[in-house]
């Protein structure tokens, strides 16, 4: 490269970043109540919250199921572990569902 076309990148890039600091960061809009409204009513009418309910079992009984082929001596401690995240799971089954349904509403009710 030249030095005069390094000059000329260097505008470019210059201008370009003056360009992106002068435009200012875009806000995006919130949902009005009534899309949040109408949103959550159609994921709950969908089920929403039901395709959640096996992800977390799901997930325990398939790092299980990696682990044991290559240390069977894990095979009581990790049906131990998994018994008890169900339990805790099952607990705060109720509160994640609400929590996705509501996440599921934002993004449904986001305007376009």
């Not at 030249?2 to 806000?27: D, E, K, Y």
């Not at 899309?35 to 929403?48: C, D």
Request: hydrophobic letters at 45%; one cysteine or more; a positive charge.
């Amino acid at each position: 490269m030249t030095f005069r076309s390094l000059n000329r990148l260097a505008l470019i890039v210059a201008l370009a970043l003056g360009w992106v600091a002068l435009a200012g960061p875009v806000h995006a809009q919130a949902p009005t109540p009534g899309a949040l409204a109408a949103a959550k009513e159609l994921v709950t009418l969908k089920g929403g919250g039901a395709m959640f309910e096996p992800l977390i079992p799901g997930v325990i009984e398939s790092a299980k199921a990696q682990l044991v082929p290559t240390n069977p001596q894990l095979a009581g401690p990790l049906n131990e572990v998994a018994a008890q995240l169900r339990k805790e799971y099952d607990c705060k089954m109720v509160e994640y569902t609400v929590e996705m349904q509501n996440g599921q509403a934002k993004l449904k009710a986001k305007p376009k």
